[in-house]
């Protein structure tokens, strides 16, 4: 049976799907079609593409090996201080990106927090395509803790006593009952870590820099590429809108 909806609703829903679709459509339509490929393929676009592909696919490897221990912790177990931790793990959320950026330049530059270790090291992480890595990680990371935390919280843990009294150890309970109970919820919230990462700008900006080829992300290219030639900045938009679309349709298919 399907419930009837207020038509003031469905009006108001109307201007909300108008709001967010006629930007796009704008920007669809200003595309110089004409010189769309060649402006795609060049050897700045590309870089700038595959950079982001690369960097995006291991900042969300890192969401999960991090992301998923956090979450469990936080759903599973109890400890004094633990809202303060999840409020400051899922600080990245609502903090400015650059601010998120002079946060790691100052944990892991080479005037930062941990310089002195990472010069005994022989490590230069800031303005690396491991910065960009890192910064991509920091914004993305509280997507998938939310999401596997908000699933954890959600089949209970009903299954995972039943299987603790009949004497499997934590692990195996993990392994076996936990984890494909909210293997939906996680490949969700791996999803979209990945499309948090592709998107990703004043973080990496701050902390990794500009340079093509190293830390010159497709965000960035269309930023300085608006500057100088918006025929390009646009294709190159459309480019990351496409890669967008494609990654909430496969989240929402999960």
């Given amino acids: 049976m399907t ?24 920007m669809v339509a200003r595309v110089n079609w004409g010189a769309f490929i060649p402006l795609v393929t060049s050897s700045s676009s590309l870089d700038a593409l595959l950079l982001s592909l690369r960097t995006s696919t291991i900042a969300t490897v890192l969401c999960i090996v991090l992301g998923v221990p956090m979450a469990i912790v936080l759903a599973r177990t109890a400890f004094p201080g633990q809202r ?52 991509q990680t920091f ?18 843990t009903r299954y995972e006593a039943v299987a603790a009294t009949l004497g499997a150890r ?16 996680l490949l969700s919230g791996a999803i979209l870590s990945f499309a948090r990462a592709l998107g990703e700008f004043g973080a990496t900006l701050t902390f990794a820099g500009s340079l093509q080829g190293v830390t010159r992300t ?28 494609l990654v909430v349709g496969l989240a929402g298919r999960v």
């Fill in 3 to 26: 419930l009837r909806v207020p038509k003031w609703v469905l009006a108001v829903a109307a201007l909300g799907a108008l709001f967010v679709v006629l930007p796009l459509v704008a």
């Fill in 170 to 185: 934590p692990t195996t309970v993990l392994r076996r009952i936990t984890l494909p109970l909210v293997l939906p919820a």
């Fill in 84 to 135: 303060i931790l999840r409020s400051l793990v899922l600080l990245p959320l609502v903090l400015p990106p650059v601010v998120g950026g002079i946060a790691l330049l100052y944990t892991f530059g080479r005037q930062g927090l941990l310089r002195e270790p990472m010069n005994v090291l022989g490590i230069q992480i800031a303005f690396s395509t491991t910065a960009v890595i890192l910064a």
């Fill in 139 to 156: 914004v993305a990371l509280p997507f998938l803790v939310l999401s596997l935390e908000g699933a954890l919280r959600t089949v209970g």
């Fill in 218 to 245: 497709l965000p960035l290219e269309i930023y300085l590429q608006r500057e100088t030639d918006p025929d390009a900045a646009v294709a190159l938009s459309l480019v990351l809108v496409a890669v967008a679309i």
